[in-house]
């Protein structure tokens, strides 16, 4: 009567629950009541074990999980990481009940600080070996050499300037492992026939991208720059200018002898949009891509226009201001900004959840961070690594991380609702528990 009862209360699990915690009790009270047998030694370790296996089935019911929200990273953990800064701008916020984190099996001994911890996975796991390190930028300068020569002599009235390399692997800034590089190609205009239409007047709406128009067309017609077969609709077309180096890279130039003579195997990617080659060596695997570059009014555009019709659109970068700021900063005040950032990058880039994460986001969190935080010495890596932690969520939970160099730019607009969410809760539980971030994956 009683278990039918409370199923009428409880619902089928809490008659379920109160039905077991019923059998145990009584199996308890059978137990002390019922005489023992004295010449059974074993007799009263057996009861007293048998009642643990009892007890312990009123708490094997699991709880359901609870679901995470968007609006449950505004909510702090209930042992902040640091305190608040005063005069530090922050929405009024509920403590939420404990989360049900997992145990990471093979996190550091609970000796060692998250300084020492963070200082081992980068050492052991984020280090690139020496002979990759030199081999690499070796080779792609080898290669940028064999295009330059290539372009020169297939298309001597394009006015490209000199190949140079540029990348994480040559600035130490967040490489896992000597896998990439880029070839910046740059585009010479004439500033006197070209002029720049500023993100925000493009049909995209973007301040992160821009467009070329071709000007004074009545004065100067068509055929005068040396650029105007990549025009459309009065803009120099990204898009074009990619299409016709795509055709030469995969058609007209002979990788296979260009590779043996440098002792790997040099192939272009036919499938991708992008300019990418890709090299093995017996030493080391590169990843080759290739990027046309304009320089104009001081602004550095790449030829990397978004998906989609639009095809005359390029892509401000500030991956040069970046790395430049960093390292002016470091220099400034003998910070560990650089080493911060290789470690996050290192971080978010093994991660799968968290890939996204990794480069110019991670740089511009760490330059708005340094505004606000002048203590950037080495001792207190570990304090400005959960920090930058804070501030991503922050930035996350408002799906806005403004551009270092141009607040109008948001570097989170291509990211979906349900990457935001997962990178946020992510780093929202790794505030308490970095082992989640610097387990070995």
């Not at 071709?214 to 025009?231: N, Q």
């Amino acid at each position: 009567l009683l278990l039918a009862n409370a199923r009428l209360v409880l619902g089928v699990s809490g008659a379920a629950v109160l039905a077991i915690a019923t059998l145990a009790v009584k199996r308890l009270i059978d137990r002390a009541t019922s005489p023992r047998d004295e010449s059974d030694p074993k007799a009263e370790q057996k009861t007293l074990e048998e009642s643990w296996q009892d007890l312990a089935l009123i708490k094997a019911t699991p709880k359901p999980p609870k679901k995470q929200r968007r609006e449950d990273l505004s909510e702090p953990l209930l042992s902040p990481a640091r305190p608040p800064v005063p005069g530090e701008s922050r929405k009024p916020r509920v403590c939420p009940a404990p989360l049900e984190t997992p145990r990471v099996e093979s996190s550091p001994p609970c000796c060692l600080t998250l300084q020492e911890r963070l200082l081992s996975h980068y050492s052991s796991q984020l280090a690139v070996p020496e002979a990759q390190a030199s081999l690499a930028p070796q080779l792609a300068r080898s290669i940028c050499a064999q295009l330059q020569n290539f372009l020169r002599s297939k298309c001597p009235e394009l006015p490209f300037g000199s190949l140079f390399l540029s990348g994480p692997l040559l600035d130490g800034l967040g490489v896992l492992a000597a896998d990439h590089v880029h070839l910046m190609l740059p585009v010479v205009l004439d500033t006197a026939l070209w002029s720049l239409i500023p993100g925000e007047d493009t049909v995209v709406r973007n301040p992160q991208y821009w467009m070329i128009k071709r000007t004074d067309l009545e004065y100067f017609p068509r055929g005068r720059s040396p650029w105007d077969r990549f025009i459309v609709g009065r803009y120099l077309s990204s898009n074009a200018l990619n299409k016709t180096l795509h055709k030469m890279l995969v058609a007209s130039i002979n990788w296979p002898a260009i590779g043996s003579l440098l002792g790997s195997i040099i192939h272009p990617v036919v499938a991708s949009q992008k300019l990418k080659l890709e090299v093995k060596h017996d030493q080391v695997e590169l990843s080759v891509t290739l990027f046309p570059v304009v320089e104009m009014e001081d602004k550095v555009l790449l030829a990397a226009p978004p998906e989609g019709l639009v095809e005359n659109l390029w892509l401000e970068s500030f991956y040069r201001a970046e790395v430049s700021k960093v390292k002016e900063l470091d220099a400034g005040d003998s910070g560990a900004r650089q080493h911060c950032l290789r470690i996050l990058n290192g971080v978010c880039k093994s991660h799968p959840a968290l890939h996204k994460l990794s480069g110019s986001p991670l740089t511009h969190v760490i330059l708005h961070l340094s505004a606000t935080s002048s203590d950037w010495a080495e001792e207190s890596l570990a304090d400005r690594f959960q920090q930058v932690l804070e501030e991503l969520v922050g930035y996350l939970e408002k799906g806005v991380l403004p551009s270092y160099f141009n607040h109008k730019i948001n570097l989170f607009c291509e990211l979906l609702e349900e990457e935001i969410d997962e990178m946020g809760f992510m780093l929202y539980r790794a505030i308490s528990e970095p082992e989640l971030l610097l387990k070995q994956k």
